[in-house]
């Protein structure tokens, strides 16, 4: 099992370019969920998706897209990078049910 | 709003024990887990408390009391490699967690 892959695991945008990041996981998981980790503020939800087809917002969903049309899939689109998106981004899945999430490597994205 | 509050930075010795509070005001309540961040690399789960009391495994235990909305990390016999961020979060309604700020654990030899 490869867990919970993402890529690319560092990119740099300019201001209102697009662009995707992928997370992908071979567990079969239901569950899967995106979050920003910015220095002294741990981790903020941006989207969850409980099962194919199926996403929700969380605490910070501005300007970030998402969808699951597969079960192992869940990509994240910024629409128009900010440097306010300046980030550490981690993708994250479990089973339903159970609490243990597990994280991706994690993708450092610095928008200049 | 909603709030998780632990202390930023915990410093002990080699083979001591530390505690790493969590105090939380969450608008629903299912759950309180602790993760486990080395620099540079993603969060692993430690453990999760859904009712009052003490769980543990191995070196760390974990406790919650849902009527005072607190929780702790307890780690035994530290070692150097426990030096990390430990973060609590709180599963709350809709399937969402949130997390606090983190906690900085370094340990001294």
């Known amino acids: 099992n490869a867990g919970v892959t993402q890529t690319p695991k560092f990119q740099v945008l300019k201001t209102g370019q697009s662009m995707t990041l992928q997370c992908a996981q071979d567990m079969n998981h239901e569950y899967m969920s995106w979050y920003r980790q910015d220095p002294g503020m741990g981790l903020r939800l941006i989207h969850y998706s409980v099962g194919a087809g199926i996403t929700d917002q969380g605490e910070v969903p501005n300007g970030y897209n998402v969808s699951r049309s597969t079960t192992e899939d869940f990509p994240l689109r910024l629409l128009s990078a900010a440097p306010s998106q300046t980030s550490v981004y981690f993708c994250?899945?479990?089973?339903?049910?159970?609490?243990?999430?597990?994280f991706g490597p994690g993708t450092r994205l610095l928008v200049l | 709003g909603q709030s998780l509050e632990q202390p930023s930075e915990v410093t002990a010795v080699e083979g001591a024990i530390v505690q790493i509070n969590c105090t939380y005001q969450t608008s629903g309540f299912y759950g309180l887990s602790w993760y486990q961040q080395h620099d540079g690399g993603a969060p692993t789960f430690l453990s999760y408390?859904?009712?009052?009391g003490l769980e543990e495994t191995g070196r760390f235990s974990s406790f919650l009391s849902r009527s005072d909305s607190y929780g702790y990390l307890l780690l035994q016999e530290l070692q150097m490699k426990d030096s990390a961020s430990y973060f609590c979060?709180?599963?709350?309604?809709?399937?969402?967690?949130?997390f606090g700020a983190g906690t900085r654990l370094f340990v001294k030899a």
């Open positions: 994250a899945s479990s089973y339903s049910g159970q609490e243990t999430q597990y």
């Open positions: 979060a709180v599963k709350t309604g809709g399937f969402k967690t949130i």
């Open positions: 408390n859904a009712l009052d």
